[in-house]
């Protein structure tokens, strides 16, 4: 089962929220843990001994204010241990032996509880009972790709949580926005990105190795938005709210910003386990690690192959020059900058095409134009003109300008704002359910 199932979207989802929201207040914790229990046997039921292996976690996190802070640092050492395990050899290891997708939420969940036991080591925060700190470790909306981290702020959530229509309303249009962008634009994108990666290197050309690396990063970039809107969604759905996952990488101002634009609560929650007390603004030599980290993090949520990991070195070898040399260079003017970091960064999603290496680098040479390679071919121009709607809307879609406007029509002209924002999805509504029955068909 994935979020952009039929079955998910229209059956199982909605049964969820009814069941919540029909459970007394005090039981609603315990209903969403459970309903994230089944939401994750169906997604991955060889996985689900996970959930028994978090119940010390959820018992340590329940009871850590009761326990002296001396005593708490040997129980949270060995949950710290265990889920690093478990996500090193579940997670990582047993995929790239396998050559197979990371399971969904395993990575994700063992971060997030060992964040809540961090936390709630350090400090002295409010009480919280076992369900509490259950549903909110593992909330089915973080399974796939989902924001990670910010587990207080989901218990203050959940211990004042109540129906809202409005937030409702607004978790069905992310989450048809979320299904559209992976339905309609990242799968599209990625059949452009492996037709591409079928020629030989004989038809390269410029322009073909620019509409490669750029169809490359909008498949990532709108896989990666796609599932931060559906998490976004499901828990507007249930009342609560999580971080935004993914914003706009492609504006970034330096090296550093595009990979936190990537996935910005993973990189959030890395720096308060590792760096208590300091910010990610100051740009330590410690907050560049944890920068140079991020892309290893992300290749293995995404897909863990050789591929993708050559994808996260040349990111992550960009981190060490930006730390090493460009920090030091003054930024006077925003646009040079993020046209710089566009052009540095986008060559590096030729790395994932699956073809072989030597193609690749072939690919990436004829970024370039030289004598023997055109600067533009009939393949190129034909992939251009028969997908000129596609990539047109992707690249809008890719700036903020539809983000921002429609912040700006919410705040002044918020009846408008509705009636648009309700015409607009149900017209992607219409159009993700036509994607999703012509792929089952």
Known sequence: MRFTDLG?????????????YCCPKKARPAALFFISALFFLLAEPCYIWLFAALIPDFIFASRADR?????????????????????????????????????????????????????RSREAIRPCGFFE????????????????GGVRKLISQLQMAS?????????????????????????????????????????????LGWLCAGCGAAGIYFTLSAYSDIARGIA???????PRTVYFPFQAKSLRDYIYRLNMPMEDTLNRMLLHGARREEGTTANYFISSMMPVIIAILIYPSANSLLWAIYLAVLIFIDWLIL????????LPARIVTFLITLPSYILLLPTTLYNRLYLISALLPGEAIPLINDDAIYLLTTNAPLLFVALICC???IDALSRITEKQLPQLWWIISALSHAVLFVLTVSFLLWNVR
């Not at 997670?91 to 990371?102: T, Y």
């Open 236 to 242: 507007n759905v249930f009342s609560v709210t999580v």
């Open 327 to 334: 920090r030091r260079i003054p930024v006077f003017m925003a």
């Open 8 to 20: 998910f979207i229209f059956i199982l989802l909605p049964l969820a929220a009814v069941c919540y």
């Open 399 to 401: 700036t903020s300008a």
């Open 163 to 207: 129906p809202s229509l409005s937030s409702i309303s607004r978790g069905a249009m992310l989450i048809i926005c979320g299904a559209a962008k992976r339905v309609i634009l990242a799968e599209q994108l990625f059949v452009i990105f492996r037709s591409i990666a079928d020629m030989p290197t004989a038809y390269y050309s410029t322009a």
């Open 67 to 119: 326990i002296e802070p001396q005593k708490r640092i040997l129980p949270c050492r060995l949950i710290i241990l265990k889920n690093v395990a478990i996500a090193a050899v579940w997670g990582v290891i047993l995929p790239i032996v396998n050559e197979s997708p990371a399971p969904i939420g395993v990575i994700l969940f063992c971060i997030t509880s060992i964040e809540f036991s961090v936390i």
């Open 133 to 148: 700190s259950a549903a909110s470790v593992t909330f089915f909306a973080r399974m796939q790709l989902g924001p990670v």
